[in-house]
């Protein structure tokens, strides 16, 4: 059970803190930088402290606020601690305090009975946990060659937690849905600073959004969820990437027809082809909202520029994930891909979660190397060898290479 007097406490000491900052523009960004290794400048970011509740970060953009996860934080475990979880909203209008003794979730639209939920309520429902990657749709939008427009993010918006709330077909339940009902579309409590900014609005096919895992959480990794990751509640879509995920969530509406606003007409659409992927000034593709996570996996211990020792066994290893299907294999290649030796997986939380992955291999002649790392999931859908393109700069999943040296 949460102690929703002390929620509200440290919430509206952060929050507040965090309206100040937004106001006056100042973050504090030290003067040490990182270099993403993009393939185009500037690849060096600003680090920050200056955020509620986070601890170092890559700052994107300050309003609204884009904090990138340093890539080194995904060696530490197959969880992403809280205050290093990356964070990205869409609207520059963020709350600077919530009370949680009169927040409220709204349930409307097609059901017997609209809801208006205060968090004890939510509290009292049927506990439901899992385990899943939370994942911008531009994560490494900056290797994208051609660039295209948007946050340029290096691997790093992406992050992995313990899920703890409710399921939201407990809610749809409790409400009740009325036949003929379509998808289910959700709100948070961002808004834009301009009238005619669209509200940020996302929404799940009736069946999916039932399917008992799609859940509302209020924990993460076991603690409140923090400011900047959703609190008090967030919307968990697991599988789909984070454009899907609400923060703030405080609006649930069951509609009796595909949802057609600005996020989902317009916005986070991709090419309708395989791999969402066209070629750099392709016109004429019909497009369709972005949706189901593909696999990726990345070396975490060892970075490009690294030296190892010639006839020394080296452990190499990394994180892997399936997408919206669990990790099957993990293949190591320390020859450029020319062979490709299995790797030992590490134990599984999960279809949806991160996946640790380790092998040893001894490098006999001295002089540059290329280390790749490939993952399949279980639906047999393996990354690429090359790139895919779209021009939102979504969904990059091609097999990572990384350059040492052996002396």
């Known amino acids: 059970m949460v102690d929703l007097r002390f929620g509200r406490r440290q919430f509206l000491e952060r929050a507040s803190a965090l309206g100040v900052m937004i106001a006056s523009g100042s973050f504090g960004a030290s003067a040490e930088t990182l270099n993403l290794h993009l393939p185009g400048p500037p690849s060096e970011r600003p680090l920050t402290k200056a955020f509620p509740q986070k601890g170092e970060m890559i700052l994107q953009r300050t309003r609204p606020p884009l904090l990138e996860t340093p890539f080194s934080v995904f060696d530490k475990g197959v969880f992403t601690p809280n205050d290093q979880f990356f964070v990205r909203w869409h609207l520059a209008d963020i709350p600077e305090s919530i009370d949680v003794t009169s927040f409220r979730l709204s349930v409307k639209g097609l059901v017997n009975q609209e809801l208006s939920l205060s968090l004890s309520e939510i509290l009292a429902l049927p506990r439901f946990e899992i385990a899943a990657v939370n994942q911008c749709s531009g994560n490494s939008r900056g290797f994208f060659q051609p660039r295209v427009p948007g946050g340029q993010w290096g691997h790093g918006a992406m992050g992995n937690a313990k899920w703890t709330g409710v399921r939201l077909r407990d809610v749809l339940d409790r409400a009740g849905v009325r036949a003929g009902a379509v998808q289910v579309r959700f709100r948070g409590l961002e808004e834009g600073v301009l009238p005619a900014t669209p509200d940020f609005m996302k929404s799940l096919d009736i069946d999916h959004a039932r ?24 919307l968990i879509v697991p599988g789909w990437y984070s454009t899907y995920w609400i923060k703030m969530l405080s609006s649930i509406e069951v509609l009796g027809e595909p949802d057609e606003n600005f996020w989902m007409k317009t916005a986070y659409r991709i090419p309708d082809t395989p791999g969402a992927n066209v070629k750099p000034g392709e016109k004429g593709f019909k497009t369709v909202p972005i949706s189901r996570m ?10 490009a520029g690294a030296t190892i020792e010639a006839g020394k066994p080296t452990l190499v290893r990394g994180l892997a994930f399936g997408g919206d299907s669990g990790v099957a294999s993990v293949d190591f290649s320390a020859d450029g891909g020319t062979s490709w030796t299995p790797a030992t997986l590490g134990t599984d939380e999960g279809q949806y979660s991160f996946r640790l992955w380790q092998i040893n291999f001894t490098a006999a002649e001295r002089g540059p190397r290329m280390l790749m790392v490939r993952t399949t999931n279980k639906a047999g859908l393996t990354q690429p060898p090359l790139p895919t393109w779209n021009p939102g700069g979504y969904m990059l999943n091609v097999i990572e290479s990384t350059p040492i040296t052996v002396s």
Do not use: H, K
């Not at 895992?213 to 400011?227: D, R």
């Open 211 to 234: 399917d008992g895992e799609v859940m509302i959480a209020y924990l993460m990794n076991g603690e409140q969820l923090p400011i900047l990751n959703g609190f008090p509640l967030r």
């Open 294 to 303: 593909v696999p990726r996996s990345f070396i975490t211990n060892l970075s």
